[in-house]
């Protein structure tokens, strides 16, 4: 797994660096598959404080991609919601990728 994070109009610290390896580890403990991660923080120049800081995520798995962002007042907090709505679609393409051993219908006649 190919992990890789940057920042837009911010430094990216090694403290935010651990932390965001920290959150995004438990999605490659639930599905092995995850191929690539990538991580775009970023700070915006809003008049609106409670916006400013967004995280984007793109997951490259076996046969398709999976993103999302999130904007928060504190960059820690836009990360802790990103790390749950990615962990959540990661189990759900699982769920739907292992999920072909399905009963077969039996005919009465």
């Known amino acids: 797994m190919n ?3 940057s920042g837009h109009h911010i430094d990216v610290t090694p403290a935010m660096h651990g932390y965001v390896t920290d ?4 999605i ?3 599905f092995d598959q995850v191929v690539d991660i990538k991580v775009l ?3 915006d120049k809003l008049k609106e404080k409670d ?3 967004k995280a984007e995520c ?15 007042a504190d ?6 919601k990103l790390a749950d709505i990615m962990d959540r679609q990661v189990l759900t ?7 072909h051993h399905h009963e077969t219908v039996k005919r009465v006649m």
């Open 93 to 99: 393409y699982k769920g739907k990728a292992q999920d």
């Open 28 to 30: 490659s403990r639930h």
């Open 51 to 53: 916006l400013r800081q």
């Open 41 to 43: 923080l970023s700070v």
């Open 75 to 80: 960059m820690y907090a836009a990360v802790d």
């Open 3 to 5: 992990l890789t994070i």
């Open 58 to 72: 793109k997951i490259h798995v076996k046969g398709r991609d999976l993103f999302a962002e999130t904007v928060h």
């Open 23 to 26: 959150k995004l580890a438990r």
